[in-house]
């Protein structure tokens, strides 16, 4: 059969399959590599040093024509895929009208739209307000400067493992040193860090965790006065902290806390939200209702675009012309998220992302008996292995950072794109695309499993 008017999107969408023709990278990317390196400043990390032709479904053709597995989606963005048409093709269409006009000088629809849609999906029924802006760093800012307006106060309360972003702000809010910070002080004061129930790691155990875990923050508000605090902002699951999912009844606790100290509850929903674990957004798992939800990555699918979004009266409290930015709710950004939003509106997607939960989980259960595989722990298509030392039960596992750079270099090497993250460096998370096939994620896992097996064979006795 031959397709006959096929949009120049279904003709761009790779070959579904794990294709090496060389080594990885190949000899193009590490040309064009090396050409980098005299170009861009060194402070620009990457992952895996290839070069992209083009990307679509779970695959990512590279310049040596290598088609790697996605199992990133440049860091949970790409959730719909890297070229779906959805999005493509409204993309066109807005180019073509126009690029820009800046929101804060003449309107337009998209914006509008784009606004009304997460004010309808975000969780609750209470009216609510949104305002766009680009980066994820610069909305949760945002939702900072927000809360301090509606409450008139300063403090704002994190946790530990928590990532907000690279300015200033959200640097203050960001736990790890390294990369992060080092070197990029001061910091904005006010900003008081609190245990994340991370049941894994804890002292006590998992059974104690929430509750010990909302004690410290008890205790931490009664030490810097509850009544200097505006917010408390909290990702449901953490991302780059290590995909921690809290302990049970810890994100409620806190929500519970928040409430009754009228401390406004932020939810950093950017890399967790929009559809990624199974549901729209990660803190429906648990029920919980935020005043404020900050969404980002996965919003526009690949474009730029970023919102704070909730309870109007809160929202409203500041004053006309104290928010915005030059490019923030950019009108093809907005195009694009009007696409990706689209994508979502029958469930199929959603059912995606728990489908791959359970695949995973299958698909990794062999792998995870190796003495160092800690925890195989996330929901939906956001799931992540953490590796660490055996240790004796009930004791916390010494981390295993090494082992974690291993297995992802030979995932690498075997054309799976997989990245690292924890604040020892030791969890490799799972991001692929929603739209990823199941034959591509079973080839995947297998190659992630081999590489857990002969690493952690190769580690010695434990
Ligand atoms: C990525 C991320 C941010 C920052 O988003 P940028 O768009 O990179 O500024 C904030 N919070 C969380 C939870 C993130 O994962």
């Keep these: 059969m031959t397709v006959q008017n096929a949009t120049p999107e279904q003709e761009a969408m790779p070959e579904q399959r794990r294709i090496l023709r060389t080594e990885v990278p190949g000899p193009r990317s590490r040309e064009r590599h090396a050409r980098r390196s005299q170009v861009l400043a060194a402070g620009l990390g990457t992952t895996l040093p290839v070069f992209v032709e083009r990307a679509g479904g779970g695959i990512i053709v590279d310049a040596d024509g290598n088609h790697l597995i996605d199992l990133a989606s440049g860091i949970a963005v790409t959730s719909v895929g890297a070229s779906a048409p959805a999005v493509v093709s409204r993309v066109r269409e807005q ?10 000088v003449t309107e337009y629809d998209g914006y509008v739209e784009v606004a009304a849609r997460l004010n309808e999906l975000t969780p609750g029924d209470h009216p609510k307000r949104t305002a766009l802006f680009s ?22 309360v994190v946790f530990e493992h928590a990532y907000h972003g690279r300015s200033l702000m959200t640097l203050a809010m960001t736990a790890k040193e390294h990369p992060y910070k080092t070197g990029f002080g001061p910091f904005p004061g006010q900003v008081h860090r609190a245990p994340y129930a991370y049941p894994l790691r ?44 809290p302990a049970p009844g810890f994100l409620a606790g806190v929500r519970e806390i928040a ?42 699918g690949g474009l730029p675009l ?38 979502f509106r029958d469930g199929a997607l959603l059912e995606r992302a728990r489908a791959i939960e359970a695949q995973v989980r299958a698909g990794l259960a062999a792998a995870m008996d190796s003495p160092y595989a800690a925890e195989l722990r996330g929901r939906g298509a956001m799931m992540a292995i953490e590796f660490a030392r055996p240790a004796e039960p009930g004791a916390v596992p010494e981390p295993a950072p090494e082992i974690a750079q291993q297995v992802a270099a030979r995932c690498h090497a075997q054309g799976v794109l997989v990245l690292v993250c924890g604040t020892h460096g030791n969890v490799i998370r799972l991001l692929p695309p929603l739209v990823i096939g199941p034959d591509l994620l079973a080839d995947a896992l297998e190659v992630l499993s081999a590489a857990i097996e002969a690493v952690t064979a190769g580690a010695g006795a434990p």
């Design 95 to 104: 180019v073509g009208r126009f690029t820009h006009t800046c929101f804060l």
């Design 135 to 156: 980066t994820g760093a610069e909305a949760v800012e945002n939702a900072v400067k927000i809360a301090r307006a509606a409450t008139g106060r300063p403090g704002v």
């Design 202 to 245: 804890w002292p006590g155990g998992p059974e104690r965790c929430a509750e010990e875990a909302l004690a410290a923050l008890e205790d931490l508000l009664a030490e810097v006065g509850p009544q200097t605090v505006a917010a408390v902002v909290i990702e449901p699951i953490q991302g780059e902290g290590g995909f921690v999912v």
């Design 259 to 300: 409430a009754r100290h009228g401390i406004v509850f932020v939810l950093d929903e950017v890399q967790a939200g929009i559809g990624r674990t199974g549901t729209m957004f990660a803190a429906e798992h648990e029920g919980i209702v935020p005043d404020l939800v900050v969404t980002a990555k996965a919003l526009a």
């Design 306 to 343: 970023a919102a704070v979004t909730g309870r109007a009266e809160i929202m409203d409290a500041v004053h006309p012309g104290g928010l915005g930015g030059t490019y923030a709710g950019n009108p093809v950004a907005c195009a694009a998220a009007l696409g990706v939003l689209e994508m």
